[in-house]
């Protein structure tokens, strides 16, 4: 057993950890935030993605050892304090950029990171970077003119499926 510290959400953390534990278990099991999904263990999902020193990284990917001294967002992380939505998140309530919820948070953190590299991506680049993150339910048409919304362009402009 170890010990490792970080910052999440803002705040420092430390906890004990086997060399082995990923990330994603951390900050589930070790701190309670359960927003990090894990859906298929192998990283192909996308479900768990956080932001590690303002990266996108998938947190099932990761051991949490890696993350010592780092600053870590996750979906709990997006809301303000008093809970207000992030932009994202207010674009994706706002266009049904959800069905199940399960994805959610890897896509809302996806599209973030997204944003933060390109702040007005085409339907092609929003649809190609959200290529490592799976939705079984919504088809990513919403998912799309979320992330267009949220980053001040026209929703409706998105071509129909």
Do not use: W
């Not at 589930?28 to 993605?49: I, K, M, P, S």
């Not at 709990?76 to 994805?103: K, N, R, W, Y």
């Not at 007005?120 to 919304?149: F, M, Q």
């Amino acid at each position: 057993m170890s010990q490792v510290s970080m910052t999440v959400n803002g705040k420092g953390v430390s906890g004990e950890i086997e060399g082995r534990t990923l990330l994603a278990d951390f900050l589930r099991e070790g701190l309670g935030l359960t927003g990090t999904h894990v859906g298929c263990d192998t990283g192909q999902c996308g479900a768990c993605v956080v932001h590690v020193d303002g990266r996108a990284v998938k947190a099932c990917n990761m051991f949490a050892a890696e993350a010592e001294g780092a600053e870590v967002t996750t979906i709990e992380g997006m809301a303000a304090p008093d809970g207000t939505l992030s932009v994202i998140q207010q674009a994706f309530q706002d266009h049904h950029g959800l069905q199940c919820g399960f994805c959610t948070p890897g896509m809302v953190m996806s599209a973030a990171a997204l944003l933060s590299e390109n702040p007005k991506p085409s339907e092609a680049e929003i649809r190609d970077y959200l290529e490592g993150n799976i939705c079984r339910c919504t088809g990513y048409h919403n998912i799309v003119k979320a992330i267009l919304a949220a980053s001040g362009q026209d929703a409706n402009a998105i071509a129909a499926e």
